[in-house]
């Protein structure tokens, strides 16, 4: 637990990033009992008022003789405003002693115990308004990144847009809106802004979105030069029923639609040996649903651009464990998919279906492959077909997934 004086608050106010990646320097004997990676709970004043944040404390490096440098990674607001609030609503007689007694006085830093510890995330997690904060903070504690969960997958699509506009990963959005109390993967990049209504306001002036305006989650403005990237994410089922997300890539530069379904691959559970990852359609209850759904409307236009497949639709198999903090996974396009579901080398050894690296032998896209594909325009629905993104859209919106919708277009295309 930190808590901030009147000029440590200022400075951290005034800071473009501070909220994003903050660095604090201190004598090594106060930070010298801080194991990390760790949550911390901050308390800065804010003129009249106290705001608390919860954010993760990542790093310790020695700077000086007598100092270390402790950094703390996307600090994110929860309520209540102050660490006594939080003190009054501990209802445990013996933790509420254990952290009366740890909360630190002005500019001072406090270590708390593991039960405490414990304790304190478990009542936060009481709250449903505290998950974002939550989500976004265990998000990078290494440890628990395991369990493939909404935001892992939709951070690894919002990765994929960024790569496809031709940005660098860790760029910094020119805007970024997050819907309070609600998890969305732009959590864990970019500024640090929320507005409660905003979001509904503008996924409303895209047509046929209003279909899922009250479902979207975030919102983040990425420009390059003449033109920009529009990325938005939208929950359809609550976060413990999500099992994968849809990356839907709107490219107005090169005319083109691409959509991306994630799908996860399981480790065989057997003595054989055998260390392949699997995926087996019939354990998934959706997956035939799914597919019946992906399909385009009849087009009678003429179409002038050229484009390997206009079919828009792939699958990213991933798997399920995270090898050196990222999900090694295989791309396969709809058609691909459909032919592979009916040749005998995809059956198992009792007669089921399944994908798989060794099923596959190396007929697959890689992620570098399929980023080069969408930028170039080389795949998805030609140019005149876009009239054809409404129907997509709401049939994507109709589903059980969540959603991540990539827009880019150039800048004076857009009217907003």
């Known amino acids: 637990m930190i808590r901030f004086d009147e000029a440590f608050s200022q400075s951290l106010l005034n800071a473009r990033q501070g909220f994003e990646h903050l660095t604090i320097v201190k004598p090594h004997s106060v930070l010298q009992d801080f194991k990390l990676p760790t949550l911390c709970l901050l308390e800065i004043q804010d003129h009249a008022k106290t705001k608390c944040y919860l954010g993760t404390a990542t790093r310790k ?48 830093f406090s270590n708390l115990s593991p039960k405490l510890s414990v304790y304190l995330i478990e009542l936060l997690a009481q709250f449903p308004d505290k998950h974002a904060a939550l989500d976004t903070a265990l998000a990078l504690l290494p440890g628990l990144r395991r369990t493939p969960h909404i935001n892992w997958a939709q951070e690894d699509a919002i990765n994929t847009a960024m790569t496809a506009f031709g940005i660098r990963l860790n760029e910094v959005p020119n805007e970024v809106t997050l819907k309070r109390g609600a998890s969305s993967g732009l959590g864990l990049i970019g500024a640090h802004l929320y507005e409660d209504n905003v979001i509904h306001a503008d996924a409303s002036y895209l047509p046929g979105f209003d279909v899922i305006a009250p479902d979207v989650t975030g919102r983040a403005v990425f420009k390059k030069r003449d033109e920009r990237l529009v990325i938005y994410t939208a929950n359809r089922l609550p976060l413990e029923e999500m099992l994968g997300v849809d990356l839907i890539y709107i490219n107005e530069t090169r005319g083109n639609i691409v959509m991306i ?44 651009d050229y484009r390997l497949s206009r079919n828009p639709f792939f699958f990213k198999f991933v798997k399920r464990k995270i090898v050196d903090d990222s999900h090694q996974s295989f791309l396969v396009s709809l058609d691909h998919l459909n032919q592979i579901l009916t040749s005998p080398e995809a059956k198992g050894s009792r007669g089921g ?61 857009l009217v907003w």
């Open 353 to 413: 279906i399944r994908l798989s690296y060794d099923a596959l032998d190396g007929t697959y896209l890689r992620d570098a492959d399929m980023i080069s594909l969408i930028r170039s325009g080389y795949v998805g629905t030609h140019r005149a077909e876009t009239e054809a993104l409404t129907t997509i859209i709401s049939e994507v919106a109709n589903g059980n997934r969540a959603l991540v919708l990539a827009w880019q277009t150039k800048s004076q295309e």
């Open 261 to 304: 379904q994630y799908k996860i691959l399981k480790e065989p559970q057997n003595n054989s040996g055998n260390r392949d990852w699997i995926f087996r359609p019939h354990n998934d209850k959706n997956f035939a649903s799914e597919i019946k759904r992906m399909s385009l409307p009849a087009f009678q236009g003429k179409i002038t």
């Open 61 to 108: 490096t020695v700077v000086s003789t007598f100092d270390s440098r402790l950094t703390i990674k996307k600090l994110r607001y929860i309520a209540p405003s102050s660490l006594q609030e939080i003190e009054a609503k501990v209802t445990d007689k013996r933790m509420k002693q254990l952290l009366a007694s740890r909360i630190p006085v002005d500019g001072a």
